[in-house]
């Protein structure tokens, strides 16, 4: 069982930046991988970024990409989303999972199916 709670959502201004926690509990291994999710009010959930404990593979939604950066921190199991340039676009409740396997690096890494733990989500809004 892994327990995943998430931090440092709120209001930014346009262009701003932020930084996300994400604090998990419980069985986690180095090959396993970690993603962030997010959903926008009215639409779907999307995939944001993935990785794997160990840091050395990641994974990116192709539209985030030079925006938005995943790292983790072993001693204190934690995963982050750097989230720079923000648009209001990018507004929405950001999502922390896990998984009980390691990045594909294919499609799969993005799928809201290929993880098995999820953590309450934190609002992140950004104002125009």
């Known amino acids: 069982q892994v327990r995943l709670m998430e931090s440092g959502g709120g209001l930014v201004q346009f262009g701003g930046s932020l930084r996300l926690s994400c604090a998990a509990s419980?069985?986690?291994?180095?090959?396993?991988?970690m993603g962030w999710f997010r959903q926008a009010p009215g639409k779907e959930r999307e995939f944001v970024a993935a990785?794997?404990?160990?840091?050395?593979?990641?994974r990116y939604a192709n539209s985030l990409k030079g925006r938005f950066t995943i790292s983790t921190d072993n001693a204190k199991n934690t995963v982050y989303l750097q989230m720079n340039s923000l648009k209001p676009e990018d507004t929405a409740v950001y999502y922390c999972?896990?998984?009980?396997?390691?990045?594909?690096?294919?499609?799969?890494?993005?799928?809201?199916?290929?993880?098995?733990?999820w953590g309450q989500g934190t609002q992140v809004t950004v104002s125009s």
């Open positions: 999972a896990a998984a009980r396997r390691a990045l594909s690096g294919s499609y799969i890494d993005g799928l809201i199916g290929a993880y098995d733990y």
């Open positions: 419980g069985r986690t291994f180095s090959s396993h991988a």
């Open positions: 990785i794997t404990w160990s840091g050395s593979s990641t």
